[in-house]
């Protein structure tokens, strides 16, 4: 019972700093809103292409902004964990009789209600600019579970790099290395078919092309329910592993105090 209250106690911490800058959601939001009116006006005539297999270059873009949304949110979840560092937080919580585990799933938890909502905005504004979600409300409500599950995923991997690196600048940098890589070795602008043979096999290896790929799926109007699962299941088990990831930070951490 006292591993609940001292997750919940973290959550609603995290809350009150969200609520207090909510520049950062804007943020987070505002750039993928921007790629999407951007490159759904530059390539609207990609849906012409033979071999692009779709009528509407919208309807491929909209699913892959979701999910490039809330991995953005979640790579910069480490932020945090270096603000509580630098500020004296940090310690003292590791000192205090709070569960480890509580740190990590409270803090999860509420950017798992920040991606959510983040993840509605963006079908929102997908749709205003002429996205169609054929699989309808739970096409759209698996969509935005994905969308969570890689956010949070890249969140326990940014809060890893925050325990070891202890520096904005750093992790910063570290985002920015791994951020266009990961957005342009992907099946999210132009499908895999197009590209060539190298960036294809990179994409097998990318969460962001495992995620854009499920969510095109589950929003799709002939969904592949395989190979929807096959995607969701790679992501999940990177949930799995970052967690364990940056619990172990956490343990690293707490015997060098």
């Known amino acids: 019972m006292k591993w609940v209250t001292d997750m919940w106690c973290i959550f609603i911490r995290g809350l009150r700093i969200v609520q207090r800058s909510p520049f950062i959601i804007l943020m987070t939001v505002v750039q993928p809103v921007l790629w999407m009116f951007l490159f759904g006006q530059v390539f609207s005539s990609m849906a012409d292409l033979p071999g692009f297999g779709g009528n509407s270059y919208m309807d491929y873009l909209g699913p892959g902004i979701v999910m490039m949304s809330t991995m953005m949110a979640g790579a910069y979840a480490g932020m945090g964990v270096i603000s509580d560092y ?13 569960h480890r585990s509580a740190l990590l799933l409270g803090g999860l938890l509420q950017d798992a209600l920040t991606m959510t909502l983040q993840a509605v905005i963006m079908i929102v504004v997908a749709m205003i600019l002429g996205t169609q979600f054929s699989g309808g409300l739970p096409g759209i409500l698996l969509l935005i579970l994905i ?14 790099v925050g325990l070891i690196v202890r520096q904005e600048k750093s992790l910063t940098a570290a985002v920015g290395f791994t951020q266009l890589p990961l957005l342009f070795l992907s099946g999210l602008f132009m499908p895999l078919d197009l590209v060539p043979g190298w960036i294809e096999t990179a994409a097998a290896f990318n969460p962001l092309n495992w995620a854009v790929e ?18 969701s299941s790679y992501l999940l088990v990177m949930f ?12 690293v951490y707490q015997r060098s105090l």
């Open 86 to 98: 630098r500020d004296g937080v940090l310690d003292r919580f590791l000192i205090s009789p709070i």
């Open 147 to 160: 969308a969570v599950v890689l956010g949070l995923a890249m969140g326990a991997l940014s809060m890893s």
């Open 214 to 231: 499920a969510g095109r799926e589950v929003v799709g109007t002939q969904t592949d329910w395989g190979l929807a699962f096959q995607y």
């Open 240 to 251: 799995i592993l970052s967690c364990v990831l940056v619990l172990e930070a956490f343990r």
